[in-house]
């Protein structure tokens, strides 16, 4: 007996019947059956399941006589099933890598619930992709299992029958059918949640819910919509049959309101003569179900007539644009106050004691900027440092900061008269630079791939940015801090400003440099990592011929399996995908159940990358960094080259490789099987790429911008060789 039955009803959807297929045949848990049920597919779809049939003994095709609908097809497919669970697939959608295994996992591990519910994340038809808005409930459920009445938020999850997977015996005990209509999983899925004992969920992306442009049952205009009424008649009747659930009535008949309103106010659902008529049918219903409780604020218009709805929406209509010229107003206003904040201001002469701090985007006290605070609190303690940090960010901040909110009047005030800006990322476009300030940027580290002007040749990696503007903010740079010569020719060319580059080494980089042994500790101590074990840092670049820039290289979970016992394998994301859906693919998952540690919350790479013993990486940047720690560096390059067709690289990374170079995952595998990660052929490697991208990284980089740029004390030199014949025009690209 097979542990999932697989069930998808099939219907007009031959252009995503094979993905949909492919998605499940593919998963690395191979313990399942298929059941597809062709509901008298007018299209190709019938002949599709076939093939499939024909090519994989996983797959049983039913080819029912008569076309019944979806709810009656499911049925059709239960009938046949033989798995421990039921799985709902619908034909359009697909699973995500690896679905199958993380719930197989997740069931065993609560020993085998009645219901399961997972996470999805919604895949738009121009390629854009949102995770579950409530995707918290899932990660706020906790490990064990529960009931409804224990954590009724479970039921604001989407009412649907393809999130969660069934126990089909607790299905078979409750005479859980699909009833025929449209929303036909709104009297399967409320009596399966309320009635089922033991609940689990997985905070995972186990499933892609497409979002076609056109042909989406519930986006036709119809009046079948009509069916949500008997849906939800079906659903009392359950309730009353089961005296147990009694209390619920409240919930559902507030759920009830909510879903019909929803559908009613939806411009593609209902025909306009027909609006009024199901807004009458609803009123009708929700007074026949309703109970004591206080009838909720925004469904007591279900008190009134169609007329009173009409007007109220009006209003609301009206309200929601008078509100937008109103802020738009108030927002002109509080620029033009702001502008004379700074006009007063700037007549003042510029404060010589005053620094304003950011660093990327204002997310607080972090990187390059960072580190030139703590130096000049250090060296130049009659300089005030204030921190430009986003209102979200502001609880993080160490107690002994001051900051100031971006485009508030304090940070206005301050931005007229600071002498000295220190950011990573350009200053917004409204920042005025007054004659005789100074503005250091320090950059992201070194360049790998294209920056600047150099993008005006990758239009898919320069989507989005305005490559003039960012010139334009380029150009009130005076000093433009560099690692190593290889930098400061990449800034040169990318950014052709009026700015001074100096040879400084990367100030967030001095803590690596003179790392000393227990430096990771408080990490590896935070995360219950063993003092002993191997931490296998990984930390994949963001991908510009991706839509949403992440894509799994190789499975996380079997990454760890294959590094052994003794080894912790620590993932690092980009920054940029930590509030994305990447992470909900899987990885929040695996560090929930500590097969990894996930520290793409880390606001401190550097900590991150001392507790390591070895990094393995694709593109990232940061790979400049971690060669200052002078640990080996493992180069995993499966997709170079659509990596530089879509971005382009300065430099042959597969070449001047900092490590040992896999393009496979077996080669990554074996790699750290045989223990060649850290042979001599990794060290002369890493011998060689740190001469040539650490030259002037010293340790005191932080302290010589202070006392250069801010203290006006003579050049503080770094010791670096002399470069070698031509190489300064020996900028590779790719």
Known sequence: MPRFSVIVPVFKVQGFLGECLDSVLGQSYTDFEVIAVDDRSPDGCGAILDEYAERDPRVRVLHLPENVGLGRARNAGTAHAGGDYLFFLDSDDTLTPGALRAIADRLEETRDPDVLVFDYARTYWWGGTRRNALARVLTEAGEGTFTAEERPEILELLMVVWNKVYRRDYVTAHDLVFPPGYYEDTPWTFPALLSARRIAVLDRICLNYRQRRQGNILSTTSRKHFDIHDQYERVFAYVDAHPELARWRPCLHRKMGEHCLDILAKPDRLPASAKGEFFRRTAELFREHRTEEPVPADLRVLQGGYARYRAR???????????????QARAAAAGRVKKGWFRAHALRPLDPELALYSAFSHRGVLGDPAAIHRAARELAPHIRGVWVVRADQVEHLPPDIEYVLPDSLGYHRLAARAMYFVNNINWPGTLVKRPGSVHVHTHQGTPLTYQGVDLLDKPGARFGTDVPQMLRRADRWDYSLVANRHAELVWDRAFPCHFTSVRTGSPRNDVLVGARPGDGAAFRSRHGIPGDHTVVLYAPARRDHVRGG????????????????????VVRLHPSLAEGPARGMGLAELHRRGVLVDATDEAHVEEVMLASDVLVSDYSALMFDYANLDRPIVVHADDWGACTA?????????????????????????????????????????????????????????????????????????????????????????
């Open 646 to 734: 879509a971005r382009g690289a300065y430099v042959d990374i597969t070449a001047d490789a900092p490590g040992h170079v896999t393009r496979a995952y077996r080669e990554l595998a074996s790699l750290f099987a045989s223990g060649r990660w850290q042979d001599a052929e990794s060290a002369r490697l890493r011998a060689g790429f740190r001469e040539r991208f650490c030259e002037f990284e010293d340790g005191q980089a932080a302290r010589r911008v202070v006392r250069m740029l801010m203290l006006g004390e003579p050049d503080v030199p770094v010791s670096i060789p002399a470069p070698a014949a031509g190489e300064l025009d020996a900028l590779t690209t790719t």
């Open 313 to 327: 929406q009006r209003a609301a209509a009206l309200g929601g644009l008078l509100g937008r010229r109103g802020g």
């Open 550 to 569: 992440h894509a799994d290289r190789f499975d996380l979970a079997r990454f760890a399996e294959d590094l052994g016992a003794g080894h912790t394998l």
